[in-house]
């Protein structure tokens, strides 16, 4: 029957080119050719060189159609043109005016209608808990303009509402659920009612709308907002001529007796609102961006970032223990070297003491024959005085020079108590600059205050003003007096003339030198070559430590102590090395130890 409407409507002529309109059935295939046909007729009178040919598709087929490219232009309704302009460029060329004096802009709208004898429902605020009908999820005029209506209200119709029944094409099946009772409303397109009823199909006395408003100049109620009429619309594929030809031909085009006409494109932003207002159609994807939608679209992706968050914090966790682990096992080592080194310091300076004991052992055989002289001395002094007093005889010159000798043999035995207390005494290191000469003149008077028959000892000091070595006095006096205690006992039972000993002190390269040279019979290779290693010893009676213990004082200050074979005749010379102390270089002289 539809094929048989279409083709009356035509007047094809023999040469022309196919054009191909779909059109939204909305109340089926029979209705859409009643309503378009004469608008087919109309372009095949003022375009013949064109067929313009008609084809009704529900909104699948529509999709489907412009998806394979078999239609030029598309009639649909505002809501179908916004989503299928978003997903297949469709382009308005004009828009309906379906009703005499009503806006193209402000035509379209829903009516939420139900039963008027018996429905208690009057206001949209009462749907909440109900049951109403619609045609379908994407239907503009038959379900999305009257949700967004009801959402103004605080009514979301997919939460709450008793029950939302999608009744489908026609549109003419939400009247029959409205009428049957299975539902308590039914939502329909804006003057659907009354094009019913002029059809002859239903009886306006049956229905009720709704919150009902009279919008100007349209001639039925509705209960929503009102949004742009019908669209025609050119497909990508649409020679542009051709649709410049036709949009004046609708322009041009005078009302049907309906009083259908087109006029300029209408502003289809409000349509655009809707859908975004409620997530749909081309704003579809703002339902994702919430927690529920984005785990339900992306979960492999939160799935894999969970894993690797999760891995993460693992990992750090077993990071950061084992950061406590290894500090605690630092510190524990850490402490573990300082009681270590604190112990090694503690025998250390042990040793250092008992090796300074020791020299003083070896050097004190005459001691008590030294210390004896003076004090013979006085008794000596003071014996004579008596014996003088007793004769008579004491005048105040003997008393003046008695006294002086007395003074001074104390003071000489005072001395070299003094100097073995001072040497002997355990005390911690301390370094500061000093000069090396003054120390080795008191290394000097301590020999030879311990013994009765002291070797000569010549001491050069050829240092530039300056140079000082920054060290523990005591320490490198004892390093001295044991060098000079071994070239002693190396020129032992030789003649005088090769008893001698000589210490040069100088420097080079910024570093200071001491050498303590003796005269007596050498060491061969092999034993040289043993000399600092602890408890070996050349002395029936030595300990093997000494020289062990000086190059471990000398290393300790930055420096070196080594022994070679004297090259000026025989014997051997010891010599260390320490470095200049850099504050001290610009000094004129240095500091006493």
Not at 21 to 47: K, R, T
Not at 118 to 129: A, Y
Request: hydrophobic share 40%; aromatic share 6%; charged share 20%.
């Amino acid at each position: 029957m539809a094929s048989l409407i279409t083709a009356v409507c035509l007047v094809p002529s023999a040469f022309a080119r196919d054009v191909s309109i779909g059109v939204f059935a909305y109340q089926g295939e029979y209705a859409a050719v009643s309503d378009w046909s004469p608008l087919i007729s109309y372009l095949n009178h003022s375009l013949p060189e064109h067929r313009f040919q008609m084809h009704s598709y529900d909104a699948a087929g529509m999709r489907k159609a412009i998806g394979d490219g078999q239609v030029d232009l598309v009639i649909t309704n505002p809501g179908y043109y916004v989503t299928m302009e978003a997903e297949f460029g469709l382009s308005r060329i004009a828009t309906l005016e379906s009703m005499p004096g009503v806006r193209a802009g402000h035509a379209s709208g829903s009516a939420i209608i139900v039963r008027a004898s018996d429905s208690p429902l009057r206001e949209l605020t009462e749907l909440s808990g109900k049951r109403v009908a619609a045609v379908a999820p994407e239907a503009f005029g038959g379900y999305l303009v009257a949700a967004r209506e009801l959402l103004r209200f605080g009514i979301d119709m997919e939460s709450d509402l008793q029950e939302l029944r999608f009744v489908g094409l026609p549109m003419m099946n939400v009247v029959q659920s409205v009428r049957s009772g299975t539902v308590d409303a039914g939502i329909v397109r804006s003057c659907f009612l009354e094009q019913m009823e002029a059809r002859g199909q239903l009886r306006m006395a049956d229905f009720r709308v709704l919150s009902p408003r009279r919008e100007s100049g349209l001639p039925c109620a509705v209960s929503t907002a009102l949004y742009p009429d019908w669209p025609i619309a050119v497909t990508r594929q649409t020679d542009p001529v051709l649709a410049k030809a036709v949009a004046q031909a609708l322009l041009a085009m005078p009302a049907s007796a309906s009083g259908m006409s087109w006029s300029v494109p209408a502003d289809y932003q409000p349509v655009h609102e809707l859908y975004r207002e409620l997530r749909a159609g081309p704003y579809a994807y703002l339902r994702e961006i919430t927690p529920g939608g984005l785990a339900r679209r992306f979960w492999p992706w939160l799935l894999g970032l969970t894993a690797l968050v999760a891995a993460w914090i693992v990992h750090t966790v077993r990071a950061e223990q084992l950061v406590h682990r290894r500090t605690a096992e630092l510190r524990e080592s850490l402490r573990a070297r300082q009681a270590a080194e604190a112990r090694m310091r503690d025998s250390q300076e042990q040793m250092e003491h008992l090796s300074r004991l020791s020299v003083l052992g070896e050097l004190s055989g005459n001691l008590a024959h030294e210390i004896n002289q003076p004090l013979t001395t006085i008794g000596n002094y003071a014996r004579s005085v008596l014996r003088r007093q007793s004769d008579s005889k004491l005048t105040p010159e003997a008393i003046t020079e008695a006294c002086s000798e007395i003074v001074s043999e104390a003071e000489r035995a005072g001395g070299i108590v003094q100097r073995i207390r001072h040497f002997a005494k355990k005390r911690s290191a301390v370094r500061e600059p000093l000069a090396l000469t003054p120390l080795a003149h008191e290394a000097k008077r301590l020999v030879s205050g311990m013994l009765a028959n002291a070797p000569d000892i010549v001491i050069e000091s050829r240092t530039p003003g300056g140079c000082c070595a920054l060290a523990d006095g005591p320490q490198i006096q004892q390093v001295l007096l044991n060098l000079i205690k071994n070239a002693i006992d190396a020129g032992r039972g030789l003649p005088a003339e090769r008893q001698g000993i000589r210490v040069e002190i100088g420097a080079a390269d910024k570093r200071t030198l001491v050498q303590v040279i003796d005269q007596g019979a050498g060491l061969p290779e092999e034993q040289r070559e043993q000399l600092f290693q602890p408890f070996f010893t050349t002395k029936p009676d030595g300990l093997g430590l000494g020289l062990s213990i000086c190059k471990t004082i000398i290393e300790s200050h930055g420096g070196r102590l080594w022994a070679e074979t004297n090259p000026d005749g025989c014997g051997m010379r010891f010599i260390f090395s320490l470095p200049c102390h850099e504050s001290s270089t610009a000094s004129v002289s240095c500091p006493r130890c």
